[in-house]
């Protein structure tokens, strides 16, 4: 058996709010038909969609505080990732929730992220795993140690990006030490805004929403694209995280670039069709 996945990032549990007649406004009350909770997160939702695949995933990441860490390690349970990289929330830190209100075809969030993302990296024997995958730019600069030990392992290294409203000062250099970058349109034009060039990553794969996505190695002058299917969007939460796996469990198997393209074009366009980020997993058909 090959050796697993490492996915690491934030993780929360999400209070999904369904079809919810309209927005809650200061001094009124709205009552939603549906509620659900999930596991949330970039590094959950393409650890499970890489799991769906047929990879060995491995989750890395702080606990949602009590009550709802029962929630995320059920989820992580039924996707089939493995949860003893987990460690609890520390005393003191609030519940890391995202309530989404879902409401005429869009979502509102409201989140709480709080203490450190990922347990301590040399709580880990990192020789086992044969790739990590980190689901947000920001837990790399939190943790710029994470890097260090994938490198030592002898790991390859994927990076999304997510949206900040600032960076590190080194995250050019951050981001030049990784093998994939996957960030989005809005993201890399963030990143050329203060100077970060769009080959700055040995590979980068950008995600362009319906128009699909385009990658070039560092090296190359030109851009490979890929355009998608046009479908109706039911939800466009985790579309990003989703297509992050289908193009990397590709690129794990060493699978030309264009093919690693359509594959993540297919789990993201998959992911836009149904509600959350992993749920359309169980409607796909994933061989
Ligand atoms: N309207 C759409 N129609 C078809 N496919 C879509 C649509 N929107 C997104 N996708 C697919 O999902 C992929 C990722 O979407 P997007 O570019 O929105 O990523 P993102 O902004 O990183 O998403 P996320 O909200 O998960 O961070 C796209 O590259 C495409 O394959
Ligand atoms: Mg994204």
Not at 142 to 163: F, I, K, Q, Y
Request: with cysteine.
């Amino acid at each position: 058996m090959k050796a697993p996945i490492l996915s690491a990032g934030r993780l929360y549990c999400d209070l999904v709010f369904a079809n919810t007649p309209r927005l809650p406004t200061f001094g009124t009350e709205v009552f939603a038909p549906g509620l659900s909770l999930h596991a949330g997160g970039g590094a959950f939702i393409t650890g499970a969609t890489l799991s769906a695949l047929g990879h060995s995933v491995w989750q890395f990441s702080t606990l949602p505080a009590r009550p709802f860490d029962s929630v995320a390690l059920a989820d992580l349970a039924a996707h089939g990732v493995v949860a003893t990289a987990t460690a609890a929330a520390g005393e003191n830190v609030d519940p890391q929730v995202t309530v989404a209100i879902a409401h005429a075809g869009d979502r509102a969030f409201l989140t709480r992220a709080d203490g450190p993302a990922i347990p301590d990296p040399a709580s880990l024997d990192f020789a086992k795993f044969a790739h990590l995958h980190i689901g947000e730019l920001s837990t790399l600069e939190e943790m710029p140690e994470l890097l260090e030990r994938a490198r030592a392992a002898n790991m390859t290294v994927s990076l999304d990006c997510g949206w900040q409203d600032s960076y590190a000062p080194n995250v050019g250099q951050l981001i030049a030490a990784i093998d994939v970058f996957l960030p989005n349109e809005s993201e890399v034009a963030a990143l050329s805004a203060i100077g970060i060039p769009e080959n700055c990553a040995p590979l980068t794969v950008i995600k362009g929403g319906k128009t699909g996505a385009r990658a070039r190695t560092r090296t190359s002058d030109t851009w490979t694209y890929k355009s998608t299917t046009q479908v109706e969007v039911l939800d466009a939460t985790g579309a990003g995280d989703a297509f992050n796996a289908g193009f990397l469990s590709c690129w794990l198997n060493k699978i030309p670039l264009e093919q690693c393209l359509t594959k993540g074009n297919e789990h993201g366009t998959a992911a836009v069709q149904a509600f959350g980020g992993a749920s359309y997993l169980t409607q796909m058909e994933t061989a």
